[in-house]
């Protein structure tokens, strides 16, 4: 906080004042200039440092708002609406929604192209297919919650670019520990389902358990990666990082997911079920 006399001219209240913006600065800039000094308000000055004008806090939270509306909307994997939703019509509704829906079913064609080259290992081990679901929305949580954490992490300034590999250490083994724990889970509830006798896996249940639990070490620490360096490739490539909606993460990674799943089970049941 700068105090000056009262009757100080404003010019050179505008020169003493330490922050201040051009009138073509991006409104992320001002925020984070704005929530970062405490400011009531942020002076904006001309090529030669003259005030031209003042945004307020009033304005600081009108385009607060109307980021994060647009920003919620991107990463629920549809095209920013604009305008409220219910003033929203019809036509531009479907044609808002459809794009995003139209290239996600695209890719997640890729999927039973995947399926499609293991075929035969499904025939041989039908249980395989049993697991699909829990391995693919596993992975694609733990790929759209690193996504929202970077996401939020890069609006705030808290990571910048240059922290990509900071992230990547840091993802790398948290995405692991986390896919070991739901691997753990998922090992105790195959051998409870087969020692009670709801399902019976075969006589080498303990290698489908150890096939899902390796599965899913890899399949969650590759969402949870992809989905933390995602951001910063849209942002390097001078895209919103927002773009990297959670369907278009978890799309990603269920047909990564799947490779690595069949991948893992060829390594551990060959020579037994495969």
Do not use: C
Not at 84 to 104: C, D, E, H, Q, V
Not at 111 to 132: G, N, R
Not at 140 to 149: F, H, K, P, V
């Amino acid at each position: 906080m700068i105090n000056l006399d009262p009757d100080a001219p404003v010019a050179e209240i505008a020169l003493s004042f330490p922050v201040s913006v051009g009138a073509l600065e991006d409104q992320e800039r001002v925020i984070e200039l704005i929530r970062r000094h405490d400011l009531l308000g942020l002076p904006v000055v001309d090529v030669a440092g003259r005030p031209i004008g003042l945004v307020t806090v009033d304005d600081v939270i009108d385009a607060l708002v109307a980021e994060n509306t647009e920003d919620a909307e991107k990463f629920a994997g549809l095209e920013a609406l604009g305008r409220p939703y219910l003033n929203t019509g019809f036509f531009a509704m479907f044609r808002k929604r459809a794009g995003w829906l139209s290239i996600l079913l695209l890719a997640e064609m890729l999927t039973a192209s995947v399926m499609q080259y293991f075929e035969v290992e499904l025939e041989k081990a039908i249980v395989l297919a049993l697991f699909i679901p829990l391995i693919m929305s596993s992975g694609g949580n733990s790929g759209s919650q690193a996504t929202s954490l970077i996401i939020r992490a890069l609006a705030l300034g808290q990571v910048r670019l240059r922290d990509w590999w900071r992230v990547t250490l840091r993802e790398a083994p948290t995405g692991a520990a986390l896919g070991g724990l739901l691997g753990l889970i998922g090992f105790g509830r195959i051998a409870l389902w087969q020692h009670l006798g709801l399902y019976d896996y075969g006589p080498h249940w303990h290698l489908v358990g150890a096939t899902i639990t390796a599965g899913l070490i890899g399949v969650v620490a590759f969402g949870s990666l992809s989905g933390a360096m995602l951001p910063f490739l849209l942002q390097r490539a001078g895209l919103d990082p927002a773009t990297a909606s959670a369907p278009f993460v978890a799309t990603l990674v269920d047909v990564a997911g799947l490779i690595i799943y069949f991948t893992v089970a060829l390594v551990i049941l060959s020579g037994s079920l495969l």
